[in-house]
Structure formats: C-alpha cells, structure tokens
C-alpha cells in the first residue's frame, strides 16, 4: 500500500545521514512520493536526494533566511509542478544552562528551530492556499513538554514550545483553505543531534525512564510524519503527536 502515491513533499533539515529528515525522505519515496530535501549544504542535500533516486530533487536553503526559501519553493514548483506535503523538520541544539546562554546563541537557536517554520511556511502555504489542499508537519519535542531535561537548553525548550504555538495557530487559521497543520513532539531519538552531547551513563539514565526500554530512532519518528503527510489523518489538525517511547506516563 503505496500512501502518497502522487504527492510531493519538501522536507527541510533533511541532508544528515542519521537524521529523522532522511529517515522521512527514504519513507516517503517508498511511498511513492516525489521529495525535495533542504539543507543548509547544497552539495550534501543533492547527495542526499541521489541516493534516494533520480526523481528526487536536493537544494541549499537556510530555513531562517526568507529569500533562500523563496527561491527553494519556486525550485520545488518548477520541478515537481506542486507541493502537497511541507515537513518543516530542522532543527538545531545547543546543551547550554540558562546562565550559559548569551544573546547570539538564543537568537540562533530561536531562529532555526521556529523562525525557520515561519520562514518556509510563508514561502509554500500561498501555493497550498490555492490549491485548497495541503499537509504541514512541524517538528517540536518532548523538552517543550517538560520544560526541557533531555539535553536542549532552555532556549531550544522555549523554541520547541513555540512550534506548539505556531502550529495551532497555523492549523486554526489555514483549516478553511484545506490544508491541515500538525506537529510530533518526539523524546531522545538517536541521531547525530545528540552525539556528543550526552554521556553514556545519561543515555542510560534516560532509558530507565522510558517505558518502552530505548531510545528512539529515526525511523520512528518517520512513520508519524507519514501518517500526518497522509490522507489517514485527513481529520486530524492542530494535533500533537507524542513519539517517545511513553517518557510522558
Ligand atoms: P540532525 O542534526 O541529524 O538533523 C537536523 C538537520 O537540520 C541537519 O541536517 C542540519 O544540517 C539541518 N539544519 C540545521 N540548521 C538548518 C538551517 N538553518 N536550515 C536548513 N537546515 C538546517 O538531527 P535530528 O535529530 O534528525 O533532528 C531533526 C529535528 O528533530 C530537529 O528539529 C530536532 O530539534 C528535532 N528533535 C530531535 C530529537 C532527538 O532526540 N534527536 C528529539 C526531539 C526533536
């Protein structure tokens, strides 16, 4: 069963290896959706596009940069002809304390993780406007939930509670246009995000937290936005959809 036979998407944040972008690129093309990557290297987006097939298109875009995702948006159009599904997916992380925090890093932090939503957004929901049809995924996290814990700091906390924001808003405001808006808010999932980042003895740590024993993988948080890409959840707006193991019981 092929569930986006058709479609085609625009994920940002979607060149890394290990990431849950590419994770969801790889489903979706199984899927039978045509995908355009975004990242901030367009040599790395490309490939990343490659590897997956020749019918998939990679392009360069900082997502907080308004002009860069104009020009992706009007790239995708010509290729691909319309834009069904936006996975606004990038995100970056610092494990800074609160008084560690000076201005640049808050602004940075704020501005990819939500600023870059807004961004992309703005540059394909006219698009999906007139089409009257449209699936937005936006990606939050587990620490806008428990005000942090896992390993963002408080700046990428209050980014990720601000996508909760965003996106309602988004879904209450676009529902009319057709197009449905809704966000995952996933717990540790191992990628390169948290390489580096947590000791051994805090992954463990986390794990024992975890009803379900491990940690997350990309893979895991693919399914989800397939299911929000997807017409199974041409009811669904406005929703938050956990994907972390049970952390939250
Ligand atoms: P990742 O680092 O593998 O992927 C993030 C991607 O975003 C990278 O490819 C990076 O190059 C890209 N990116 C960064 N800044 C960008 C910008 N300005 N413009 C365009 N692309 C940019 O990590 P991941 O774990 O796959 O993260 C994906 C998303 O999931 C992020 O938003 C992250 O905050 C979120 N998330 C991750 C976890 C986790 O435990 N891994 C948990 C909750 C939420």
Partial sequence: LKLLDGRTAVISGAASPRGIGLATARLFARHGARVAILDLDETAARAAAAGIGEAHLGIGCDVTDQAACDRAAGAVLAAFGKIDILINNAGITQPLKFGEIGPDDWQRVIDVNLKGIFCLSRSIVPHMRKRRSGAI????????????????????????????????????????????????????????????????????????????????????????????????????????????????I
């Fill in 137 to 248: 995924a936006c990606m939050s996290s587990v620490s806008a939930q428990r005000g942090g814990g896992v390993f963002g700091g408080p700046h990428y906390t209050a980014a990720k509670a601000g996508v909760l924001g965003l996106a309602k808003a988004m879904a209450r405001e676009l529902g009319p246009d057709g197009i449905r808006v809704n966000c995952v808010t996933p717990g540790l999932i191992d990628t390169d995000i948290t390489q580096g980042k947590l000791s051994d003895e805090m992954k463990q740590k986390i794990i024992e937290g975890i009803p379900l024993g491990r940690l997350g993988s990309a893979e895991d948080v693919a399914g989800i936005y397939l299911f929000l890409a997807s017409d199974l959840s041409a009811y669904v707006t406005g929703a938050v959809i956990d994907v972390n193991g049970g952390m939250l």
